[in-house]
């Protein structure tokens, strides 16, 4: 597993990364976020010993990262923020060079660049200067030289960054395949991803964590949680709001789609028969389905859809987060 112990990375005044502990096991896949400049690729770059840590440290698979660099490095697949750096190379050569520093030779060495090829869809390019590549292939250049040695333990910065939708959803399927028996830290903006792929995320705001959860866990923090949508037709909106609100565990009813709105849509339904949406917050830690569910029934309200949210995860990140983001 990764530990990570009280790390702290400062640049003259500014601390990065302040104190920050946590550990990740195999078959996790941990998904940081954080507002830019949050200390995400600084803490990624002193687990894989890149740069020095302040204070603090981490182990890797039980190897100090400031005692055992070496035994770290070898058991990391590190894809950093930036792509390749080796830009006069061609895919191939870069390839090649990067399985010798991993210590393959000979036949070996051929076979693995080979294979990694073609798991990362390279091989049309694969004699092309990597300076001429589209972002998007530079990214796949990056993950060929982070998977190649199949390493039990991956870093990954924004792995999906500059990738077109299709190779977006391939990462994410092979993050998750890997994620099986790997373990797995990556950074991403996209708060989509962290849902799709990640068993636990860690929310960091100015080199602090400030949520550390399933994404389910995580996304119960949001205001919407447990909340109802109910689509609704045939009732009196102003009537129906007040008496939902008396509903037991109702804290409050909003109107999300106003009646006249919908009239344009709607023109074979007349006034009393409009389609309105509502959202019924419940009081908190209350669960409100059942009754309201029971109420409308009760009411013979047409009801053309009922939802019961699971939380907005952009909710959750803006209110942990919003001191905002650092330079
Ligand atoms: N080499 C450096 N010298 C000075 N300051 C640095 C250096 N590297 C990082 N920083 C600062 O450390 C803070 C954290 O940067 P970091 O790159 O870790 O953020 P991040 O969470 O990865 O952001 P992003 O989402 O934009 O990638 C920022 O304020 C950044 O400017
Ligand atoms: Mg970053």
Redesign the pocket.
């Known amino acids: 597993m990764i530990a990570v112990q009280s790390l702290s990375r400062h640049?003259?005044s500014?601390k990065?990364?302040d104190d920050i502990s946590f550990s990740v096991n195999k078959g996790e896949i941990l998904g940081f976020l954080?507002?830019?400049?949050?200390?995400?690729?600084?803490?990624m770059k002193m687990i894989t010993t890149f740069l020095a840590p302040t204070s603090g440290t981490a182990t890797v698979d039980g190897f100090d990262i400031l005692e055992q660099p070496l035994e770290v490095r070898s058991r990391i697949g590190y894809l950093p923020?930036s792509s390749p750096s080796y830009k006069d190379m061609n895919v191939f050569d870069f390839l090649m060079f990067a399985a010798e520093v991993r210590g393959f030779d000979g036949d070996e060495r051929l076979k693995k660049v080979k294979d990694i090829m073609e798991t990362c869809n390279l091989k049309e390019v694969a004699y092309q200067q990597i300076d001429t590549l589209s972002k998007g292939y530079r990214q796949r250049v990056g993950f060929a030289q982070a998977f190649l040695h199949d390493p039990d333990y991956l870093i990954l910065?924004?792995p999906t960054d500059g990738l077109d939708p299709n190779q977006k959803q391939e990462v994410r399927n092979l993050i998750k395949r890997m994620g099986q028996e790997k373990c797995i830290i990556l950074?991403t903006?996209i708060l989509e991803e962290v849902e799709a792929v990640c068993t636990r995320a860690i929310i960091?705001g100015e080199?602090k964590i400030v949520a550390d959860g399933s994404p389910e866990e995580l996304r119960s923090k949001s205001q919407l949680h447990g909340a109802i949508t109910l689509d609704v037709a045939g009732a009196n909106l102003e009537s129906a709001i007040a008496e939902l609100e008396k509903v037991q565990g109702v804290d409050r009813v909003e109107k999300l789609i106003a009646q006249d709105s919908q009239k344009d849509n709607n023109d074979k339904k007349d006034e009393d028969n409009e389609l309105a949406r509502l959202r019924i917050f419940p009081m908190c830690g209350k669960s409100i389905a059942h009754d309201v569910a029971n109420f409308v029934h009760s009411k013979k309200w047409v009801v053309d859809g009922f939802t019961v949210e699971k939380g907005d995860l952009n909710e959750v990140f803006y209110n942990l987060t919003k001191g905002g983001?650092?330079?």
């Open positions: 640049f003259g500014i990065a990364v954080g507002p830019n400049g949050a200390g995400k690729s600084t803490t923020e910065d924004e950074s903006h960091i080199g983001a650092k330079q």
